[in-house]
């Protein structure tokens, strides 16, 4: 069955940056795009960016332009989320998810990971 | 960018059936036919309802069903169970390769 396995949990400073792994399984990983998506403590989703797992190509929210970078390997099925230069704000619960209908989020998600930001 | 605008929250009865609204502008929900929804349980993962307006994955009720008109994406579940209560976010696609997320709407089964 398809499934999406985050790294863990991490804690990091303002100005620090994370990369975040999503390994999947049980489907051909070039097959389908990745997307990240977010959610900050009590709020709502917040689509982050997409990465085609095929060719590497990327697209990312404006709001993170400059911040993020989403990366695949494809010898591993996993994918990664990098950002940088956190900031409290960036403190959140981070999703990826196959993206096998191109619907902004995905049919399959992992776990989630949280980041949270403190000094 | 601001997200798609939801109710906060929304509630029925067993049986009963309960429609979402979801708006937006010309630029997202009205201009494509690229409305997907999201059902996320406290603490897990969201999971896909519907996607393009009205079509759904395998595996999920035909009770969920969505449509569009204008401006306007709605998802509406038939035959409320306590089970579908949750929150539920819809998505659209808003251009140039990007997506946006509604605030979300809290589903109460009295």
């Known amino acids: 069955q398809v499934q999406l396995v985050q790294s863990g949990a991490e804690v990091k400073k303002p100005g620090a940056s994370v990369k975040v792994s999503c390994k999947a399984s049980?489907?051909?990983?070039?097959?389908?795009?990745v997307t990240w998506v977010r959610q900050a403590p009590g709020q709502g989703l917040e689509w982050m960016g997409w990465?085609?797992?095929?060719?590497?190509?990327?697209n990312y929210a404006q709001k993170l332009q400059g911040r993020v970078t989403l990366t695949t390997d494809t010898s591993s099925n996993t994918a990664y989320m990098e950002l940088r230069s956190l900031r409290s704000d960036d403190t959140a619960v981070y999703y990826c998810?196959?993206?096998?209908?191109?619907?902004?989020?995905?049919?399959?998600w992992g776990q989630g990971t949280l980041v949270a930001v403190s000094s | 960018q601001s997200a798609l605008t939801q109710p906060r929250s929304v509630s029925g009865s067993p049986g009963q059936s309960v429609t979402i609204s979801c708006t937006g502008t010309?630029?997202?929900?009205?201009?494509?036919?690229?409305v997907s929804w999201y059902q996320q349980q406290p603490g897990k993962a969201p999971k896909l309802m519907i996607y393009?307006?009205?079509k759904r994955p395998s595996g999920v009720p035909d009770r969920f069903s969505g449509s569009k008109s204008g401006n306007t994406a709605s998802l509406t579940i038939s035959g409320l169970q306590a089970e579908d209560e949750a929150d539920y976010y819809c998505?659209?696609?808003?251009?140039?390769?990007?997506?946006?997320f509604g605030a979300g709407t809290k589903v109460t089964v009295l």
């Open positions: 998810a196959r993206d096998r209908y191109s619907s902004g989020g995905g049919d399959s």
């Open positions: 049980g489907y051909t990983f070039p097959s389908y795009g």
């Open positions: 990465i085609s797992a095929h060719n590497g190509n990327t």
């Open positions: 010309g630029s997202d929900v009205g201009g494509y036919d690229y």
């Open positions: 393009d307006v009205s």
């Open positions: 998505c659209s696609y808003a251009g140039t390769y990007t997506y946006l």
